[in-house]
Structures are given as structure tokens and as C-alpha cells.
């Protein structure tokens, strides 16, 4: 039992590391964190690591929370993979993807924090790759979080809840490049396996 809960832990250790260094930022000194948060002006003087690190900060314990609950998810239907190496440079991609997205396309925020935009990615891949459910099962479990994703981008979707909650706007624009980031990864793995399956049969 034990040999077993180790091993399904070490098939995992970067989101360990992940959640370990993110709940460490959630209890450092506000100095700390508003050092690694995303600042509008401090990346506009050269402060780029921010594009990477906002996303390991969070406002207080219940953002952290909120966002506890999704990775405990991915945590568990991922397939090892995502949770060693191959998942160190999706984390790294996506994260640079959603803060540039924020960067580039939404002028208006000046601050940001929270790993939801790459929690979504994550979570996506975790599904789509999951060697726990069938394709069917994963694709539909894909298909209601893109169409959550969507249904935010419209006006008649209302984070007012969440955004109680945690006391503070939610950042949806941050979900979306997240998803975009998703399909970037899941389109070029099946377009490899079409080049892949072509080649074969040539």
C-alpha cells in the first residue's frame, strides 16, 4: 500500500514540487509575492520572469483553494507523463502562453495572479491523455470545459460567486489562452500521428 501511494506520487513529482512551491508562495511574505506577480509596468522595464511566475501566486488562501480543487483533479487523472519532465515544458509553455496573451491582448489589466489560465490547459491535457476513462468519456469531459471557456466570453455568463469569493475580479481571458494553449499541444500531437500514420503507409 505504501510502495504504492509512493509510486503513484514519484510518477507525479513536478506537480508535487508544483503544489508545494505554490502553497509556499501563498504563505511567503507579501514582498515575495509581489515580486513574482504579474505588473504591467515591471514587465514593461525588463521584468519578464513575471510572464511565468504570476502564475504560482495567488491573492489569498481561498484563490489558492479554488484552484487547489481543479489540480487535484489533474493530479489524478493525468497520465505520468505530464506529471515529470514532458510536464515541466507544458507547464513552461502554457504559462508563457497565458501571460503573454494577458500581456499582449488585455491592455486593460494591470496586475495579475492565479494558475487557473494554466490549470485549464493542464486539465484539458490531463483528460484528453488520461489512460483512466475511455476516449468518449474524455472527449465529452474536454468538450463541457471548452464550452465553459466559450459560454465566458459571452455576456450572459457571471463570475460574481467566484469572484465573492475569492474577493477579486476573475480573469476569464485567462482560461482561454489556456484552452488555446491546450489545443496547441493536442492539435500538433494528432497532427504528428496523421504525419506519423502517413509515412507508414507510404
Known amino acids: 500500500m505504501v510502495n504504492s501511494i509512493f509510486e503513484f506520487l514519484w510518477q507525479r513529482w513536478f506537480l508535487v514540487v508544483l503544489f508545494v512551491l505554490i502553497t509556499a508562495i501563498a504563505a511567503a511574505p507579501e514582498s515575495v509575492q509581489m515580486m513574482l506577480s504579474f505588473q504591467r509596468d515591471a514587465i514593461d522595464n525588463g521584468q519578464l520572469w513575471r510572464l511565468l511566475t504570476c502564475h504560482l501566486v495567488h491573492l489569498n488562501w481561498q484563490h489558492w483553494m479554488l484552484n487547489l480543487f481543479g489540480f487535484s483533479i489533474v493530479f489524478y487523472v493525468c497520465p505520468p507523463w505530464l506529471g515529470q519532465w514532458q510536464g515541466v515544458l507544458v507547464f513552461c509553455f502554457l504559462a508563457l502562453l497565458v501571460g503573454l496573451g494577458i500581456y499582449w491582448f488585455d491592455p486593460q489589466l494591470w496586475g495579475y495572479t492565479g494558475l487557473s489560465g494554466v490549470l485549464y490547459g493542464l486539465l484539458c491535457l490531463a483528460l484528453i491523455f488520461s489512460p483512466f476513462y475511455s476516449l468518449i ?53 494528432v497532427f504528428a500521428r496523421f504525419l506519423s500514420s502517413s509515412v507508414k503507409n507510404a
Open 137 to 189: 468519456i474524455r472527449y465529452i469531459a474536454v468538450l463541457a470545459i471548452t464550452s465553459k471557456i466559450i459560454w465566458e466570453q459571452t455576456p450572459f455568463y457571471s463570475d460574481s460567486m467566484i469572484a465573492s469569493f475569492i474577493h477579486a475580479r476573475v480573469a476569464q481571458d485567462a482560461h482561454l489562452y489556456g484552452l488555446l494553449g491546450f489545443a496547441a499541444i493536442y492539435g500538433s500531437y
